[in-house]
C-alpha cells in the first residue's frame, strides 16, 4: 500500500497541555462536556466546528479567561506541561498563566499606544523598564511576527495608522515580547484580506518551531493549511481529534466528514 | 461514497454531473469495444471504420470530463470523499480512455486479420469469450461505482486476473504457430495484438475497480495485491 513517511507515533510525542474530562458552564448552561485532549508540544492544533459548538469557549479555559465574568465555573483539568501545572487550579494566578499563554484575538486589537509602545507594554507590566533591554525585545518580537522591517523606521507611529494585516502582527508581536510557551489564537484571520491572511498564515507556520498553538478557525481550509492536528467540536462535545491529514482526507466520524464537505446543517 | 447532501444543492449537483458524465463516458467506451470485437468476429469493415472515427468522442470527454473536475477544485475545495471522487473520476477517464484506444486498435487491426485468412474459428471464438469477459468487467466496475458498491470493485479485480490467464492461453497458441508457420508471423502478430489489447482491457477495468475503492475507503490499492486488498478494505 502506498503510504508517506510514517508519522511519529503520538505515545511517542511530548504534549504541552493537556484538557482532562474538563466541563465548563457558563452559570446553568453546560458549553463543554468531558473534554479530554492533547496539545501536543511546538505543534498547531486547529480547533474547528460549527458556530456554538465550543471551541472558542475551550480555547479561553486554556488562559482563564472566563474568570473575568461572575457564574463561569471550570470543572476538570488542564496540565500544562514540562511543570504538569493544572492550568485551572484555584491556586493559580490567571496574571501568571496569561504571561505563559498568549492569546491573539479575531479583530486587531492595539492599544491606543504607539507601535513601540504597544510590544513593550507586557515588559514594562512586568517591571522591566531599562530602555537598552526594551529595544532589543521589541525588535525580538517585531521580528518573530515578520513585522519588523515594515516597521523598523516608524515605531513611534499610532499603531492605529498600520493596516490590518499589518496591526495583527503587531498584536502577535505584542503577545510574543512576553515570551509565552503557547499562543491563543481566535479567529486571528476572519476580519483580514487573502493576502493579510497569507501572511499571518505563514506566520503561524513559522512559529511552531518556537512555541505551541491552539487555533480556533471558521476557515476549515486554514485548519487544513495551518495544523498539524485537528479537533472537531459540535455542541460542546469533542467528536474527532486526529492528524489534520487524516482529518481532512480521511475523517473516522460520518459527523466531521459531513461538517468538513459542507454538508452539515 | 457519502450520500448525504450538501448545504449548497449547486454543488451537489456539480458532483452528480461529474458521476453521471464518466457513467456516460463509460457507456460509449463500453459500445466502442462490442463494436470493434463484433466488427472482428463478424468481418463488417463499416462497423470498424465506425469505432475508428467515434473514438474522438471518447477523447474528447476525457478532457471535458478533466476540465470538470478542474473546476470543481478550484471552485468548491472539496476534502475528504468529495475530493477523493473527484480525483477518483479525473483518474477513472484516463483508463476509460485507455479502453477506448484499446476498441480502435481492435478495430484497426480487423479487417487485416480477417483478410489473411489465419483467423480461424477457434481463435475468433476464443478472442470474442475472453473479449466478453473483459466487457463484463468493464460494466461490472462501473455499476459497482454508480452503487457504491465495495465488494463488486473487489470482485471486478478478482476476475480481471482470471481474464489476464485465458489470454496468456491464446497468446501460447499464437506462439506455436509462429513457429510452424513463419510466413505468416506478421499476421499472427496483429491476432496477439488484439489479445492482447482485450487483456488490457481487462486490466483497465480492474483500475477503474481500484479507483473506485479509493474513492469509498481512501485507500490507495493501485499496487496491491488482491490479498493486500481485501484484507485492507474489507476490515475498516
Not at chain 1, 511576527?145 to 507611529?157: I, Q, T
Not at chain 1, 499562543?183 to 506566520?203: G, M, N, Q, R, V
Not at chain 2, 454531473?17 to 463478424?42: I, N
Request: hydrophobic share 40%.
Amino acid at each position: 500500500m502506498a503510504s508517506k513517511a510514517p508519522k511519529p507515533d503520538l505515545a511517542t510525542l511530548p504534549k504541552k497541555a493537556e484538557a482532562r474530562a474538563l466541563n465548563f458552564f457558563y452559570g446553568a448552561k453546560q458549553a463543554l462536556k468531558n473534554i479530554s485532549l492533547p496539545v501536543y508540544d511546538r505543534r498547531v492544533t486547529a480547533l474547528i466546528g460549527p458556530s456554538g459548538c465550543g471551541k472558542s469557549t475551550f480555547l479561553r479555559c486554556f488562559n482563564r479567561m472566563h474568570d473575568l465574568y461572575p457564574g463561569n465555573r471550570y470543572e476538570g483539568e488542564i496540565r500544562f506541561f514540562p511543570d504538569d501545572l493544572n492550568l485551572l487550579g484555584a491556586d493559580v494566578d490567571p496574571i501568571e498563566v496569561r504571561m505563559r499563554l498568549a492569546m491573539v484575538f479575531q479583530k486587531p486589537n492595539p492599544f491606543p499606544k504607539s507601535i513601540f509602545e504597544n510590544v513593550a507594554y507586557g515588559l514594562r507590566v512586568r517591571g522591566v523598564n531599562q530602555r537598552s533591554v526594551l529595544v532589543d525585545k521589541v525588535e525580538e518580537a517585531l521580528k518573530g511576527a515578520a513585522l519588523w522591517n515594515e516597521v523598523k523606521d516608524r515605531l513611534d507611529e499610532q499603531a492605529n495608522n498600520l493596516s490590518g494585516g499589518q496591526q495583527q502582527r503587531l498584536c502577535i508581536a505584542r503577545a510574543l515580547a512576553s515570551e509565552p510557551e503557547m499562543l491563543l489564537f481566535d479567529e486571528p484571520t476572519s476580519a483580514l484580506d487573502p493576502i493579510a491572511t497569507a501572511s499571518i498564515e505563514e506566520l503561524i507556520h513559522q512559529l511552531k518551531d518556537k512555541v505551541t498553538i491552539l487555533i480556533v478557525t471558521h476557515n476549515m481550509q486554514q485548519a487544513a493549511r495551518v495544523s498539524d492536528f485537528t479537533a472537531y467540536m459540535y455542541l460542546g462535545d469533542l467528536i474527532e481529534f486526529g492528524w489534520t491529514d487524516d482529518v481532512f482526507f480521511r475523517p473516522k466520524n460520518k459527523q466531521t466528514e459531513d461538517y468538513i464537505t459542507g454538508r452539515f446543517g | 461514497m457519502n450520500t448525504s447532501e450538501h448545504i449548497s444543492k449547486q454543488y451537489d449537483a456539480d458532483l452528480a454531473a461529474l458521476r453521471s458524465r464518466v457513467v456516460e463516458m463509460g457507456g460509449v467506451v463500453e459500445e466502442q469495444f462490442r463494436f470493434a470485437v463484433d466488427a472482428l468476429s463478424s468481418g463488417r469493415s463499416d462497423l470498424a471504420e465506425q469505432v475508428v472515427a467515434n473514438d474522438r468522442r471518447v477523447n474528447e470527454l476525457e478532457v471535458e470530463i478533466d476540465d470538470d473536475c478542474a473546476h470543481v477544485i478550484a471552485k468548491r475545495q472539496p476534502a475528504a470523499s468529495d475530493l477523493r471522487m473527484v480525483l477518483g473520476v479525473s483518474k477513472m477517464t484516463t483508463d476509460l480512455e485507455r479502453i477506448g484506444d484499446k476498441a480502435r486498435k481492435i478495430a484497426r487491426l480487423s479487417a487485416a486479420v480477417r483478410s489473411s485468412g489465419e483467423a480461424d474459428a477457434r481463435w475468433l471464438e476464443d478472442t470474442h469469450r475472453t473479449a466478453d469477459a473483459a466487457r463484463g468487467l468493464l460494466r461490472d466496475a462501473l455499476n459497482a461505482f454508480v452503487r457504491g458498491e465495495l465488494e463488486g470493485a473487489i470482485a471486478v479485480i478478482r476476475a480481471a486476473q482470471g481474464v489476464g490467464q485465458q489470454v496468456s492461453a491464446i497468446s501460447r497458441s499464437l506462439v506455436k504457430r509462429m513457429g510452424e508457420n513463419p510466413g505468416q508471423v506478421a499476421v499472427l502478430l496483429d491476432m496477439m495484438a488484439i489479445n492482447k489489447a482485450v487483456d488490457r482491457v481487462a486490466d483497465h477495468a480492474g483500475n477503474l475497480a481500484e479507483h473506485l475503492i479509493y474513492i469509498i475507503k481512501g485507500t490507495d490499492v493501485r499496487h496491491a495485491t488482491l490479498d493486500q486488498i481485501e484484507r485492507e478494505t474489507l476490515q475498516r
